[in-house]
């Protein structure tokens, strides 16, 4: 089976380093940062969409908050972070056991690498799919897409785990079940109003999903 892993909220915890990187950008713009519970819902969605009503909108404005978010992220953000616990031995037994695994993300490709390269067990991953840093989208749907095209994987050989509701929209979009898993930064409302085939707990309940028999399509 193919397994696709969102990166942060599902793999990592990032808030640490993704907010501290919004905190600065906002600070160089002058702009005061929102509450702390607000900013946590910015992780996850693409920059540009949550940086723009701060910013009136204003595209300049928007492009240049985002480039002081990755001149911090760039030095310290993409290291502040830790493995959820659990999770290294997930991706060990499904490695073990012939499953595929490759890893998508809405951070952009060039700040995802270094993170996955440095997991204690990046080297499952086969292959990162990340956008492009210029994009304002989440292209959550077409990176999926793609990981299937790249791998020859059927949709019904194949599962989106995230931890928002952009990453069961891309499963959805590609007929691919999408699990849900709530140790992130979404929540279950939000994952099953999305169309999750299932929401996990805990990595040992995702663990008994992508363990479970197949479905015959």
């Known amino acids: 089976m193919l397994c696709l892993f969102d990166l942060d909220g599902t793999l990592i915890d990032s808030e640490h380093g993704i907010l501290a990187c919004v905190k600065h950008a906002l600070a160089r713009l002058d702009v005061p940062a929102p509450a702390h519970e607000e900013l946590r819902g910015w992780i996850g969605p693409p920059l540009r969409h949550s940086f723009a009503p701060l910013l009136d909108?204003?595209?300049e404005r928007i492009?240049?908050?985002?480039?002081?978010?990755?001149?911090?992220?760039?030095?310290h953000g993409w290291r502040e972070h830790?493995?959820?616990p659990?999770?290294?031995?997930?991706?060990?037994?499904?490695r073990r056991s012939g499953h595929r695994l490759a890893v998508v993300t809405s951070k952009p490709h060039r700040h995802a690498a270094p993170i996955v390269e440095h997991l204690p067990f990046g080297a499952a991953f086969e292959r990162l799919?990340?956008?492009h840093p210029g994009s304002a989208h989440s292209e959550k749907a077409a990176m999926i897409g793609q990981a299937l095209a790249d791998f020859g994987s059927d949709p019904t050989d194949a599962v989106m785990i995230g931890d928002?509701?952009?990453d069961i929209d891309g499963a959805v979009?590609?007929?691919?079940r999408g699990f849900g898993v709530l140790w992130g930064f979404g929540g279950r409302a939000e994952l099953e109003q999305a169309?999750?085939?299932a929401v996990a707990a805990t990595p040992d309940e995702l663990a008994a999903l992508l363990f479970a028999p197949t479905p015959a399509a």
């Not at 908050?65 to 760039?74: C, I, L, P, Q």
């Not at 659990?86 to 499904?94: D, P, V």
């Not at 979009?173 to 691919?176: G, H, I, K, Q």
């Open 82 to 84: 830790a493995v959820y």
């Open 57 to 59: 909108h204003d595209a």
């Open 129 to 131: 799919y990340g956008p």
């Open 63 to 75: 492009e240049a908050a985002v480039a002081y978010y990755h001149e911090r992220f760039d030095t």
């Open 195 to 197: 169309g999750a085939h």
């Open 173 to 176: 979009a590609n007929r691919v």
């Open 86 to 94: 659990g999770i290294e031995a997930l991706i060990g037994n499904l």
């Open 164 to 166: 928002r509701h952009f």
